[in-house]
Each structure stands twice: as structure tokens, then as C-alpha cells.
């Protein structure tokens, strides 16, 4: 585990949707379709089901399936993992805090870097 955090930090409204991965089109795609946007980040990410986070935000669960996807990508990509309070207080508050943009955004960047503290891989050596 890294003491890292998100990319773009972890405080309130810290996406930066302008210069993150996502970009303003998928800061809108996270506030117009949320369930279209967290399927979409976990499948891209290969973290868990997409499928299960788009039924959750879809049936009215979308704080819980932001929760759950937050705390996947933290693990997944090796960042200082914050409390389930934190996550909660940050999902619950999205339209103040971001959070959902945040995730998706981490979920981008995992999908194309990796984990933080990934080891490069080895390419062989040619005389």
C-alpha cells in the first residue's frame, strides 16, 4: 500500500474533470447516466462485474456501488486505502464532492498504468 491517493487528490471536488483521464464528456456521463459510467469504469478497469454496479445504481443503490467501487480501486491500483466512512460520506455527497468522477477517473488511470507500485515489466535482452 502506497501513501498515495487518488490522482487528482482526495479532498472536496477533486476530480479536475478538465485535465483527468475522463475529461469533461465523462464528468457529464458521470452526473447524466451514473450507472452507465460506474459499469463502464469497472469493466474498463477489470475490477469486478460492471453489470452489478449499474443494477445497483440503477435500482437506487448508487451510494453503495460508488462506495464498493472506490475501495476496489484503491486496492487494485496499491493507494492509501481510506475508511468505508469516508467512502460513504464522499458517495453520499457526490454532487458536492465529485467523488464518482474521482473513482471513474482512478478507474481510467488503473486501466492504463496499473497499480502504483507495480514492478516494470522486464523486456529481454538482445545482442
Not at 469486478?48 to 486496492?75: H, K, P, R, S, W
Not at 460520506?89 to 467523488?99: A, I, L, R
Amino acid at each position: 500500500m502506497s501513501e498515495q491517493t487518488f490522482a487528482h487528490g482526495d479532498g472536496v471536488c477533486g476530480c479536475n474533470c478538465t485535465d483527468g483521464d475522463i475529461g469533461c464528456g465523462g464528468c457529464l456521463c458521470v452526473a447524466c447516466c451514473p450507472c452507465f459510467a460506474l459499469c463502464n469504469a469497472a469493466n474498463e478497469a477489470k475490477l469486478n462485474n460492471g453489470t452489478l454496479y449499474c443494477v445497483m445504481t440503477a435500482c437506487g443503490f448508487g451510494c453503495c456501488a460508488l462506495m464498493i467501487l472506490g475501495q476496489d480501486v484503491e486496492e487494485k491500483r496499491g493507494l492509501k486505502e481510506h475508511s468505508g466512512c469516508w467512502h460513504c460520506m464522499h458517495s453520499c455527497f457526490d454532487g458536492c464532492t465529485c467523488h464518482a468522477c474521482r473513482v471513474v477517473n482512478e478507474c481510467k488511470v488503473y486501466a492504463k498504468d496499473g497499480a502504483v507500485n507495480a514492478a516494470p515489466t522486464g523486456t529481454e535482452m538482445t545482442r
